[in-house]
T-cell receptor, first 114, second 119 residues
Framework: KAGVTQTPRYLIKTRGQQVTLSCSPI?????VSWYQQTPGQGLQFLFE???????NKGNFPGRFSGRQFSNSRSEMNVSTLELGDSALYLC?????????????FGSGTQLSVL | AQTVTQSQPEMSVQEAETVTLSCTYD???????LFWYKQPPSRQMILVIR??????QNATENRFSVNFQKAAKSFSLKISDSQLGDAAMYFC????????????????FGQGTTLQVKP
């Protein structure tokens, strides 16, 4: 099986723009989670989707949003980009989103905001 | 709120030797999961080992084992026979075991420990 695929690998944007990141989970996985990784704040949970529904949301402003499609692929969107949004965005998938399940991560999208 | 602390920002080990990475956590819950993840330069987070809090037996995966001390809220990772490919950043993570309405089942990560393996 192919692993979790995130596109693009790298993105450079300027302040005020918006960006969309994509995540294709492992085939058969219905849960997709997103995490933001920065040197200062470490890894922080953004949101989790299961069967096209947002099940959990982290403590991020409304500029951060996401969705999941019927094929379980997920996108996250950040509007009105700020310098502080520069980070590695990691996506993870699991079969059912059960709490003890192993999460399979992608290699991330590195976003730089200039 | 739950927190995870890794007090060693960097560690180094000689190839073939053993190294232990430390992790402590704080929670008021009695049932939860603990994980160690490895993040090599490729940036992909890879699960190394998982421990269920209700199991007293320490988890083991080949050269990787943990020392889980529930009362002390300590969860250290031991890497035996270290290999060059073990060089990476290691993250300790916590996840609750029970969904509570309005409360997330997110992974809570420590700040990470960079492990250098010397040939």
């Amino acid at each position: 099986k192919a692993g979790v695929t995130q596109t693009p690998r790298y993105l450079i944007k300027t302040r005020g723009q918006q960006v969309t990141l994509s995540c294709s989970p492992i085939s058969g996985h219905r849960s997709v989670s997103w995490y933001q990784q920065t040197p200062g704040q470490g890894l922080q949970f953004l949101f989790e989707y299961f069967s096209e529904t947002q099940r959990n949301k982290g403590n991020f402003p409304g500029r951060f949003s996401g969705r999941q499609f019927s094929n379980s692929r997920s996108e996250m969107n950040v509007s009105t980009l700020e310098l502080g949004d520069s980070a590695l965005y990691l996506c993870a998938s699991s079969p059912e989103g059960a709490l003890g399940e192993k999460l399979f991560f992608g290699s991330g999208t590195q976003l730089s905001v200039l | 709120a739950q927190t995870v602390t890794q007090s060693q920002p960097e560690m180094s080990v000689q190839e073939a030797e053993t190294v232990t990475l430390s992790c402590t956590y704080d929670t008021s819950e009695s049932d939860y999961y603990l994980f160690w993840y490895k993040q090599p330069p490729s940036r992909q987070m890879i699960l190394v080992i998982r421990q269920e809090a209700y199991k007293q037996q320490n988890a083991t995966e080949n050269r990787f084992s943990v020392n889980f001390q529930k009362a002390a809220k300590s969860f250290s990772l031991k890497i035996s026979d270290s290999q060059l490919g073990d060089a990476a950043m290691y993250f300790c993570a916590y996840r609750r075991a029970v969904y509570i309405s309005g409360n997330t089942g997110k992974l809570i990560f420590g700040q990470g420990t960079t492990l250098q393996v010397k040939p």
